[in-house]
């Protein structure tokens, strides 16, 4: 963590600021801290691996004693995969250490179960092209992400890395701007190991009040976790105090207790969520179904196009934008592809393989319950197609020819971060 995460951290218990406690503990690289122990008025908190560890449990308490007792890898083991075996910690702790490993390998030795598989294919099921459409679209206006943004329950940090590129810095100093917070230190861990090199991470309960200061967030981002917390009424008011009222609190893929949804949580109506949020904030919802339309066939993000909640009717899921700033609600028109900020790895849900003329690619889901919940990718993603080149290997655009452009789009490629393997 960077000193400057001092500047808006707070105690999610007392509310005061934190001071690092100077003891042999403490790891600290210039103004990087990798290890030591946060102090505010009534409690004490963990580093490790450059993530404070905001919660007072009994992991927190083991992490602070391992480190204070000169343990330190020993805290960044329990707090990974504390009931793993031998062997399991052993390769962790080499990957840690970089000897090798990819974002694929640490996620299966972490997560073998239905939330690493969504967590291996993140970077192009549809819920994740229509969030990065919305980001791209608010970001056409340079002060949405000109201050430092959260992503809220951001797990691995797929979309954390998304604001990171959607950012438009105003000043030199642009330390502690893009932070990712998580219940989960493991997924914190991947983010900034794999994902996104470089964010912030901050482990913390969106149960519980918000381990920020007021207003430090031009943006904050709660994607798809937001049916799943229990306080909902005091995360609202959270993310809008830390956001303020010319933040923007952006809420995709919410859960709409009228309709069908996998792993709904507890949902409620569109008005409800509606009605969360007040104030000088304006609060619009939009049609999920209607934004990856208009992303598929028109490059577009209509922002203007917002819905009541009896136009959303049984529709499973919708989008959540509440602002003061109104002149964002307009329509977006999308500039197609991206340019590439990782490297080029064909989508995982693609079999390959060898054929006579070049290679074939094939969809091949990993599961029948992932295809049932994200079979809309067919949508983008053709069930088989050939290759001339070699597909395996390094990737150029140059190598695709005039193809390359529609294999991005489309997401048979993906702009995968370094390191993330396939």
Not at 96 to 113: I, Q
Not at 226 to 253: N, Q, S, T
Request: charged share 25%; hydrophobic share 40%.
């Amino acid at each position: 963590m960077n000193v400057a995460l001092l500047d808006i951290l707070r105690c999610p218990f007392c509310g005061t600021a934190f001071t690092v406690v100077e003891n042999e503990a403490l790891v600290r690289r210039g103004d990087e801290i990798q290890q030591g122990v946060l102090g505010c008025e009534c409690c004490a908190f963990p580093v490790v691996a450059g993530i404070p560890v905001l919660i007072a449990d009994d992991d927190a308490r083991r992490a602070i004693a391992a480190i204070e007792s000169g343990q330190g890898r020993e805290a960044l083991l329990d707090l990974l995969a504390r009931a793993a075996d031998e062997p399991t910690r052993r390769r962790l702790s080499e990957i840690a250490d970089g000897e090798g490993g990819t974002y694929r390998e640490a996620l299966a030795l972490l997560c073998d179960d239905a939330e690493g598989v969504y967590l291996r294919h993140r970077l192009a099921d549809p819920t994740y092209v229509t969030m990065e459409a919305v980001l791209d679209a608010l970001s056409q206006d340079p002060a949405t992400f000109a201050g430092r943004v959260l992503d809220l329950c951001g797990g691995a940090g797929h979309v954390t890395r998304l604001l990171a590129q959607f950012r438009h810095p105003t000043g030199a100093n642009d330390s502690a701007a893009t932070v990712l917070a998580d219940l989960h230190f493991w997924k914190l861990w991947l983010a900034r190991r794999f994902v996104a090199p470089g964010i912030e991470a901050v482990v913390c309960n969106a149960d519980s009040p918000l381990p920020f200061g007021r207003e430090c967030f031009s943006a904050v981002l709660l994607a798809d976790a937001f049916p799943y917390i229990w306080h909902k009424r005091l995360a609202v008011e959270e993310m809008m105090r830390v956001a303020g009222d010319d933040g923007v609190v952006v809420m995709p893929h919410l859960h709409s207790s009228l309709g069908e949804n996998h792993s709904a949580g507890d949902t409620l109506t569109p008005a409800a969520y509606r009605d969360l949020f007040h104030g000088s904030r304006e609060t619009r919802l939009f049609s999920d179904a209607s934004l990856l339309d208009d992303v598929l066939e028109s490059s577009v993000v209509d922002l203007g196009d917002a819905r009541t909640p009896d136009e959303l009717g049984e529709e499973p899921s919708f989008t959540l934008i509440s602002t003061g700033r109104t002149e964002l609600f307009r329509r977006h028109q999308l500039a197609r592809p991206r340019a590439v900020t990782g490297e080029l790895l064909v989508n995982p849900l693609y079999r390959v393989d060898a054929a006579a003329s070049g290679w074939t690619l094939t969809l091949d889901f990993p599961t029948p319950e992932y295809e049932d919940e994200f079979g809309a990718c067919r949508r983008y993603l053709p069930e088989r197609l050939a290759l001339a080149v070699d597909p395996t290997g390094p990737i150029s655009p140059e190598s695709l020819g005039d193809a390359y452009e529609d294999l991005l789009d489309r997401r048979v490629l993906i702009d995968a971060p370094l390191g993330y393997g396939r």
